[in-house]
C-alpha cells in the first residue's frame, strides 16, 4: 500500500517567507509526527498528533512554527517568517495506533527546505 | 546532557566483519528502545526493536543494559548493503521519541 507522501520533495524560500509543507499520513494511521534533521543532528521532535486529541506542541521551536491536521489525516506544517537556521529536512512520520512510541513509526521521505 | 547518545563514527569496516555500535540515554524511566536505519538522504526505517532480554533478527542482535543506561546493536557478516546510518531510538515514555545523532557504517569491499 501507499506509504507516507509529502510535498514538496524540496522548497528553496527567501528569509522572511512564509512556507507550507504537506503531510498524507498512511491511511488509518491515528498518530502522526513532524520532526525535523539538520545537518549533522540527529531528529528533532516538533509536534504529534493523536485522533481528536489536542496535539503535543511541545518541540516546536518557536511561535513562527504551527501545524494543523484535518479530519485525522492530512497534515501541514507552517513556518512563518523563515530564518536561515530554519533549513532543514523535514520529516513527517505516521503511526497505526497511540503508542506513546511504542509502535514503529513509518516516514515519509521528507521535505528539504533551503531558507537563502 | 542529550537524552541519546551515539558514537557518530564512522566506521570503516571489512566485509565480514563483525560490528558493535553502543548508545546511552540519561532517563531512566525510559521506556523502549529501537534501532532505525537511515541511508544517505533516505527516511529512517525501524530495524528492530530492543527488548529486556535482548533480542536477534538473522545477522542482527540488540541488547539493552537498564542498569547502566545503554542499547547495543551488533551486527555480524558485514554485507555492503549494511553501509547506512544507524539511529538509537529512545520513547522516554512521552508521546514523542528521542533519537541519536546516529553512528555511521561504511563496509568496505
Known amino acids: 500500500g501507499a506509504g507516507v507522501s509529502q510535498s514538496p520533495s524540496n522548497k528553496v524560500t527567501e528569509k522572511g517567507k512564509d512556507v507550507e509543507l504537506r503531510c498524507d499520513p498512511i491511511?488509518?494511521?491515528?498518530?502522526l509526527y513532524w520532526y525535523r534533521q539538520s545537518l549533522g543532528q540527529g531528529l528533532e521532535f516538533l509536534i504529534y498528533f493523536q485522533g481528536n486529541s489536542a496535539p503535543d506542541k511541545s518541540g516546536l521551536p518557536s511561535d513562527r512554527f504551527s501545524a494543523e491536521r484535518t479530519g485525522g489525516s492530512v497534515s501541514t506544517l507552517t513556518i512563518q517568517r523563515t530564518q536561515q537556521e530554519d533549513s532543514a529536512v523535514y520529516l513527517c512520520a505516521s503511526s497505526p495506533l497511540w503508542s506513546g512510541g511504542n509502535n514503529e513509526q513509518f516516514f515519509g521521505p521528507g521535505t528539504r527546505l533551503t531558507v537563502l | 546532557r542529550k537524552e541519546v547518545e551515539q558514537d557518530p563514527g564512522p566506521f570503516n569496516v571489512p566485509e565480514g566483519a563483525t560490528v558493535a555500535f553502543n548508545c546511552t540515554y540519561s532517563?531512566?524511566?525510559?521506556?523502549?528502545f529501537f534501532w532505525y536505519r537511515q541511508d544517505c538522504r533516505k527516511e529512517p526505517k525501524l530495524l528492530m526493536s530492543?527488548?529486556?532480554s535482548g533480542n536477534e533478527d538473522g545477522r542482527f542482535t540488540a541488547q539493552l543494559n537498564r542498569a547502566s543506561q545503554y542499547i547495543s546493536l551488533l551486527i555480524r557478516d558485514s554485507k555492503l548493503s549494511d553501509s547506512a546510518t544507524y539511529l538509537c531510538v529512545v520513547n522516554p515514555g512521552a508521546n514523542n521519541l528521542f533519537f541519536g545523532t546516529g553512528t555511521r557504517l561504511t563496509v568496505i569491499p
Open positions: 491511511s488509518g494511521h491515528t498518530a
Open positions: 532517563n531512566s524511566a525510559s521506556q523502549s
Open positions: 530492543v527488548y529486556s
